[in-house]
């Protein structure tokens, strides 16, 4: 689990609009950035560096298209637990982080314990996703499933400025 380390610097607007640009374009130069923010190259790469050493930029990634690598269906995944401990709790994400198949694994509140997003390549691997896999993760009892008609809108775009 990623912890963002307390930042010892508040996050001002160019720090802000540093996030955003980044954000849309990870690829930016460091002379592209600091021209778009109003910089000059040092002391915009001085922020960037500030900003991944304070864990406020946590990496920088590829966007991959999902059906490019066969994993063009979504689910997601309602996991009820057989029980409440942090044992069980332990368990399960041990065991979770192991399938490559899961995108993402949240322990929420409401009606069940964990939402599950997964991807695969068409429905006829949902089965052995479920029953094969999550059913057999430590401490599941039951699961929900939502299979995805149609993404609207899929981002990780957390808009920085105020």
Do not use: W
């Not at 607007?13 to 910089?39: P, Y």
């Not at 029980?83 to 899961?102: A, D, I, M, N």
Request: overall charge neutral; hydrophobic content about 40%.
């Amino acid at each position: 689990m990623r912890v963002q380390k307390e930042s010892v610097h508040a996050l001002d607007k160019i720090d802000r609009r540093i996030l955003d640009l980044l954000q849309q374009n990870g690829r930016l130069s460091m002379t592209e950035l600091a021209d778009a923010v109003g910089l000059t190259v040092t002391p915009c790469i001085e922020r960037v560096r500030r900003l991944e050493r304070d864990g406020v930029i946590t990496g920088y990634h590829a966007r991959v298209s999902p059906a490019a690598l066969d994993a063009g269906l979504l689910v997601f995944v309602e996991i009820s637990m057989s029980s409440k401990s942090g044992r069980t709790f332990e368990e399960f994400r041990r065991e979770v982080l192991c399938v490559p198949q899961v995108l993402e694994c949240h322990l929420v509140s409401g009606d069940f314990d964990y939402m599950v997003k997964a991807r695969i390549k068409e429905i006829s691997q949902y089965r052995s996703l479920l029953g094969d896999i999550l059913l057999r993760l430590p401490g599941v009892t039951q699961t929900k499933s939502c299979v995805v008609m149609e993404e609207v809108k899929e981002t990780q775009f957390i808009p920085a400025q105020r």
